[in-house]
Each structure stands twice: as structure tokens, then as C-alpha cells.
């Protein structure tokens, strides 16, 4: 979140959460498996911050899209068991909308950790061109 409140010159999200409120309820059924230790994390982490509505302002890029003032590489796994990766394609999507380069990639193949090898080739190509 630093991002919407800094200059940057690019920069490159991997398997990012855009949208907390959604993937918090998302992560309250069946179909995401987080393990226990990990909901009560989120749900003792929510409750500190007041409830899910302070919480998903402290932690939603996707509602501060207005902030965001420089490229953006988005980088997402179709597999991931955590993090839905439609969010990914919802963030890239509102940037460009607001008139900024960015560029969504997503890994057929990866999970919610996509290797270095995986995401470095796009990672390259974007900061060469982004970063001149």
C-alpha cells in the first residue's frame, strides 16, 4: 500500500490481494482452503483494525486506484489456492482505465508462489521499457 502514497518509478505485484473485503469473504468458504491458523490470523488481524470496513480500506489497492501514478506490472497464478487471481486482472484493468501503462500476466501454470524464473522474463521486459 506503500505505492498510493509514494512516487515510484514502476512496479511489479505478484499475487496481490487488490480487493480485501472480497477475499476475505471469499476465504470464509469452502471452496478456499486456508488452513485454520491462518483465518484466525486474518480474522483477529481484521478485528484490531475495527471490523472488515477499516480493514479493507487499510488493505484495498483496487479503492485507492486514484493514488497509483506510475507502471504497473501485475503478475498472477490461474492456480492459486489463496488469492483469486481475477482480482490481479480487476486492478490491471482499473489502471488502465485511469490512463496508466501496466501490463497483466497471468501464469497458467502457477500457484500463489510463482518462481523467480516465472516472473523475472516479464519483470525485465517491463522495468527496460518502463525505466528509460
Known amino acids: 500500500m506503500i505505492a498510493d502514497k ?3 518509478a ?4 505478484i499475487s496481490g490481494v487488490y480487493e480485501f473485503r472480497d477475499m476475505y469473504l471469499k476465504w ?3 471452496e478456499w ?3 485454520p491458523s491462518v483465518i484466525k490470523y486474518i480474522d483477529e488481524s481484521v478485528a484490531q483494525d475495527g471490523g472488515i470496513d477499516m480493514a479493507s480500506k ?3 489497492a483496487l479503492r ?3 493514488n497509483f501514478k506510475s507502471p504497473v506490472l501485475v503478475i498472477a497464478g490461474a492456480k492459486d489456492p489463496i488469492v483469486d487471481h481475477n482480482q490481479s486482472a480487476i486492478f490491471a484493468k482499473a489502471i488502465e482505465n485511469d490512463g496508466y501503462a501496466n501490463q497483466c500476466v497471468l501464469n497458467a501454470a502457477g500457484g500463489h508462489m510463482i518462481s523467480y524464473e516465472d516472473w523475472s522474463k516479464y519483470a525485465t521486459d517491463f522495468l527496460k521499457k518502463h525505466l528509460q
Open 6 to 8: 509514494e512516487s515510484l
Open 58 to 60: 487499510y488493505r484495498s
Open 64 to 66: 485507492n486506484i486514484q
Open 10 to 13: 514502476a512496479m511489479i505485484l
Open 33 to 35: 482452503k486456508l488452513q
Open 28 to 30: 470464509h468458504t469452502p
